[in-house]
């Protein structure tokens, strides 16, 4: 049992829904992006995602793109965001999980991205343009160094193909919640709720929301219903708010690292709430 998975199994006892948070890696450098983590573990982020930044976020709205094109500015790459991993995982248990896309993987090396990810204290990996028929050396290779290969449903996943989808996870099914990019959204679906019990129905696997969720109100609303709750462009679009520019680009700001942890407090706190009603 990996770290993603005792703490699903620590939160099913609480009956807490998992907070993971999500920042791009490098933005605006890694050196604050270790100081972000370790914040967001400490003020209740059960695991977290990191961000490899890549030329061509497919999945990605306006806001990661914004980030990772930062990240990619300041020369970030896949190397030295797991020297990252490595700097925090000596300091902290947290799980991290690296969402990036596949071009830099495979070019990396499937064995060897694997391998090194794994050394550095990665628990495992998202990669949104990977799908389920073409997964399998990347899953394989991550499998054999202990590294869960989160696989993503959609709404307009078909329920047979979400019970493939689920059967082939580790650590938890990541339901996107709308039908489109990263992004915040003012309002979340109406039926999004509804769905996620039809997806929790056809997994066995723990199952995770994310898309559009950037207010503790929808965490608490979706906490309710879903194993994890992950908020991404709101926490990076406070990361840009938090920084200043010097010489041309951003540099942190001396509030980000409280700013952001105080939103992640609140954020958990959202799920904490939540506990009574999912019994």
Request: overall charge positive.
């Amino acid at each position: 049992m990996n770290r993603i998975d005792r703490a699903f199994s620590r939160l099913r006892r609480r009956g807490e829904a998992a907070l993971i948070p999500f920042v791009t890696a490098g933005d605006p450098d890694l050196d604050t992006t270790e100081a972000l983590v370790l914040e967001m573990a400490r003020r209740g982020a059960d695991i977290v995602e990191l961000g490899i930044p890549f030329s061509d976020p497919l999945a990605d709205g306006p806001t990661i793109q914004a980030a990772s094109q930062r990240a990619l500015e300041g020369g970030v790459t896949p190397a030295e965001i797991l020297g990252l991993v490595r700097r925090i995982r000596r300091r902290s248990e947290v799980p991290l999980v690296l969402m990036g896309y596949y071009n830099p993987v495979l070019q990396f090396g499937l064995e060897a991205f694997a391998a090194a990810a794994a050394e550095a204290g990665a628990d495992g990996t998202i990669v949104p343009d990977l799908p389920l028929e073409e997964a399998g050396p990347w899953s394989r290779a991550a499998r054999a160094h202990g590294l869960a290969n989160v696989l993503l449903a959609a709404p307009t996943t078909p329920p047979e193909r979400v019970r493939r989808l689920a059967a082939a996870t580790r650590g938890f099914l990541y339901y996107v919640s709308v039908a489109g990019i990263t992004g915040a959204r003012s309002e979340l679906p109406p039926e999004l709720a509804a769905a996620l019990r039809a997806v929790k129905g056809l997994s066995r696997r723990p199952v995770a929301v994310g898309f559009g969720i950037s207010r503790a109100d929808q965490v608490a609303a979706l906490a309710a219903v879903a194993d994890g709750i992950i908020v991404g462009s709101a926490l990076v679009r406070l990361v840009e708010a938090h920084c200043t520019r010097r010489d041309g680009r951003l540099a942190a700001g001396p509030g980000l690292v409280a700013a952001v942890g105080g939103f992640v407090a609140e954020l958990k706190a959202a799920t904490r709430t939540a506990a009574g009603r999912r019994g």
